[in-house]
């Protein structure tokens, strides 16, 4: 299986700063990765796919990169709805696998 | 509007059988693969199953590989996870999940999720 590795685990950050979510696997995955945002209580939804294709309606303060092993999912200005766990997902084998979560917490 | 919505969770012993159901709409359930992911209390996600626009070609997670089946009946817009031999760990909410390419596998990346359905195994 692939093992996605997600860091940091939790976060903590204020209002207007630039935070990074780092995943990384195990194996070269190519771009087949998305991330989802999840707030307590909620099912997850996704922000991105293909490392860096934002879905529609998801702020463009969120983007995504990488490639291969390494990937990455950046948020320019921390809003207060942003504040929630965020996963990675690589779905380059059939045996998909997600990341461990980062927590977003106010500073 | 996109809905996914579970049922059929709840308490089961060790070694008990559940069968959830996801009923889809506002989309042609029959072009979308599906998948079944599930969230411990408390823990991350992992994926359980995927099932084919079709039904024709499915996955399981190794978790689960020889106890749960997923299947699908398109004409009731609706997916399925038969469990049996279930054991403490598969205590967990359990989503199902659109793969949203047309005519997909059901295992790419998933919108929309539904908001699950719990399972809890407990003697």
């Known amino acids: 299986d692939i093992q996605m590795t997600q860091s940091p685990s939790t976060l903590s950050a204020s209002v207007g700063d630039r935070v990074t979510i780092t995943c990384r696997a195990s194996?070269?995955?190519?771009?087949?990765v998305a991330w989802y945002q999840q707030k307590p209580g909620k099912a997850p939804n996704l922000l991105i796919y293909?490392?860096?294709t934002l879905k529609s309606g998801v702020p463009s303060r969120f983007s995504g990169s990488g490639s291969g092993t390494e990937f990455t999912l950046t948020i320019s200005s921390l809003q207060p709805d942003d504040f929630a766990t965020y996963y990675c997902?690589?779905?380059?084998?059939?045996?998909?696998?997600f990341g461990g979560g980062t927590k977003v917490e106010i500073k | 509007e996109v809905q996914l919505v579970e049922s059929g969770g709840g308490v089961v012993r060790p070694g008990g059988s559940l069968r959830l159901s996801c009923a889809a709409s506002?989309?042609?359930?029959?072009?979308?693969?599906m998948s079944w992911v599930r969230q411990a209390p408390g823990k991350g996600l992992e994926w359980v199953s995927g099932?084919?626009?079709?039904?024709?070609?499915?996955g399981y997670a190794d978790s689960v590989k020889g106890r749960f089946t997923i299947s699908r009946d398109n004409a009731k817009s609706s997916l399925y996870l038969q469990m049996n031999s279930l054991r403490a760990e598969d205590t967990a909410l359990y989503h199902c999940?659109?793969?949203?390419?047309?005519?997909?596998?059901?295992?790419?990346?998933?919108?929309?999720w539904g908001q699950g359905t719990l399972v809890t195994v407990s003697s």
């Open positions: 194996q070269s995955i190519s771009t087949w």
């Open positions: 293909k490392a860096s």
């Open positions: 999940a659109r793969d949203p390419n047309h005519y997909g596998s059901g295992t790419n990346w998933f919108d929309p």
């Open positions: 997902q690589q779905y380059n084998s059939y045996l998909l696998t």
């Open positions: 506002g989309f042609t359930f029959d072009a979308y693969g």
């Open positions: 099932i084919s626009w079709n039904g024709g070609s499915t």
